[in-house]
């Protein structure tokens, strides 16, 4: 039986490649159409590559919501962020909302993925103060690969294919949606044990974690607008040098070295996934001068935005 959900996945990158996204990132929402209202999808990548066929190049797509695909056969590369990551069976790809990613489904290359959004896997927000809450993928560091060794790579392969299996036979209800959610839950919480993901940091404070948390938000919403410290702890109600310390424990780095990381990633994106002129970039990011963008660049990445345009890195 085919899994369902695979058909508006098809559908979704069809679209994409016919309306001629083949080098910009897309911006892809959750849209579960086989089953209007769920909003998670399980799915073999064998099933999604047999309905596209090899004719349609997977587009680079700038995803909003939550996905892991843990690789069965085959070896491949999955893109996120501009990194390309080598992945074998028992490799797991962890790509969270705002990232952009590329799928590489080339013959011989099966897993499972699966698609969530944050409020089907938290949808009762749990007290904050527990782990398991709509924090988690903020508390726990999770890398993009998490490559699982012979031991944890076959009980982890079970869980992942008892919630594909569940998903793609059990009819949409309250129940199978609560059976859903906690399959889910295991998986994230096995790979997460497994793989010995830690959470928070030694010597954080709860209120600490919380501003770098709200910062973090913020940062998303205004790295286009400002890149100035003080302008983010005046909107938390610090001092930046609360910020600043509250970063270099949970971050390990300067609040002024995550603004600047995160701007420097947008430019990177725009360079490598679109057409857009390097003055262009630079007003898109909030600077006035093309110059001025161009000497940021250099100053945190050694290169020109040119070089790295030709480059592809």
Same mark, same amino acid.
């Given at each position: 039986m085919a899994a369902r959900g695979v058909g508006t996945k098809v559908e979704s990158v069809r679209r994409m490649v016919k309306n001629g996204h083949r080098g910009e990132p897309v911006p892809t929402e959750f849209d579960n159409r086989s089953r209007p209202g769920a909003e998670i999808e399980a799915f073999r990548l064998s099933d999604l590559a047999r309905r596209l066929?090899?004719?349609?190049?997977?587009?680079?797509? /700038? +995803? =909003?919501?939550?996905?892991? +695909?843990? !690789?069965?056969? =085959?070896?491949t590369t999955h893109m996120v962020d501009l990194s390309r990551h080598v992945c074998r069976p028992g490799s797991i790809v962890r790509v969270q909302? *705002? #990232?952009?990613? #590329?799928?590489d489904l080339r013959p011989g290359v099966d897993g499972i993925m699966v698609m969530f959004t944050a409020s089907f896997l938290f949808p009762g927000r749990p007290k904050a103060g527990s782990l398991w809450h709509e924090r988690f993928f903020e508390d726990v560091s999770w890398p993009t690969l998490i490559p699982l060794g012979r031991t944890d790579s076959g009980p982890v392969r079970q869980w992942f294919e008892r919630l594909e299996r569940s998903y793609r036979d059990l009819p949409l209800s309250p129940l199978s949606t609560a059976l859903? #959610?906690?399959?889910?839950?295991v998986v994230?919480?096995? +790979?997460?044990? %497994?793989?010995?993901?830690? @959470?928070?940091?030694? =010597? @954080?404070?709860?209120?600490?974690?919380?501003?770098?948390r709200q910062f973090k938000i913020?940062?998303?919403? @205004? &790295?286009?607008?400002? /890149? @100035? $410290?003080?302008? !983010?702890? /005046?909107?938390?109600g610090c001092s930046t040098r609360t910020l600043d310390r509250a970063c270099r424990v949970a971050l390990g780095a300067s609040a002024k070295r995550v603004i600047d990381a995160r701007v420097t990633?947008?430019? /990177? %994106?725009?360079? $490598?996934?679109?057409?857009m002129t390097?003055?262009?970039? *630079?007003?898109?990011?909030? &600077?006035?001068?093309?110059?001025?963008?161009?000497? &940021? &660049?250099?100053a945190q990445t050694g290169m020109l935005p040119s070089a790295t345009r030709a480059g592809r890195v």
């Open positions: 066929g090899h004719d349609h190049a997977w587009p680079i797509e /700038r +995803v =909003g919501f939550h996905l892991v +695909v843990l !690789y069965l056969r =085959g070896r909302p *705002g #990232q952009v990613q #590329q799928l859903l #959610q906690h399959l889910l839950s994230l919480l096995d +790979v997460a044990h %497994r793989a010995a993901l830690t @959470s928070a940091p030694a =010597g @954080s404070v709860p209120e600490d974690r919380q501003r770098v913020d940062l998303e919403r @205004s &790295f286009r607008v400002t /890149r @100035s $410290v003080g302008d !983010y702890a /005046r909107h938390l990633l947008e430019a /990177r %994106r725009l360079l $490598v996934h679109t057409t390097v003055a262009a970039i *630079g007003e898109a990011l909030g &600077f006035t001068e093309a110059t001025n963008f161009v000497k &940021f &660049f250099k």
